[in-house]
């Protein structure tokens, strides 16, 4: 079991409520996994009947930010921006330019 799956499970257990200690954590195993693929494997589209890596990524940030009910643009001006940046990157997996602002903006946390 890799970290984000370690710390995905205890995301789970706090049902909406987990520290921003663990979230972050989760976030940044999420992009340290992802910063190991190259980037030709990253930005790359999957097909109608499978995600590509990238699009996996972004799901996994997209689903474990937002789940959090206390999560907002006030409190946590950061957080919500990486949530942003996955939102997009589910559309536009493809764009390289939006992954290194994702991988700068969690590197920041």
Do not use: C
């Amino acid at each position: 079991m890799n970290k984000s799956d370690e710390h995905w499970k205890r995301l789970v257990e706090y049902r909406g409520h987990a520290p921003r200690e663990l979230v972050v954590a989760y976030t940044k195993a999420v992009v340290e996994e992802a910063k190991r693929l190259p980037m030709t494997q990253l930005a790359t589209r999957g097909s109608a009947h499978s995600m590509s890596q990238g699009e996996i990524v972004a799901s996994k940030l997209i689903t474990g930010l937002a789940q959090q009910e206390w999560l907002d643009v006030e409190t946590e001006p950061d957080l919500e921006d990486i949530l942003s940046i996955a939102g997009q990157l589910d559309m536009q997996v493809d764009d390289q330019e939006l992954w290194q602002e994702l991988f700068e903006k969690v590197h920041r946390l």
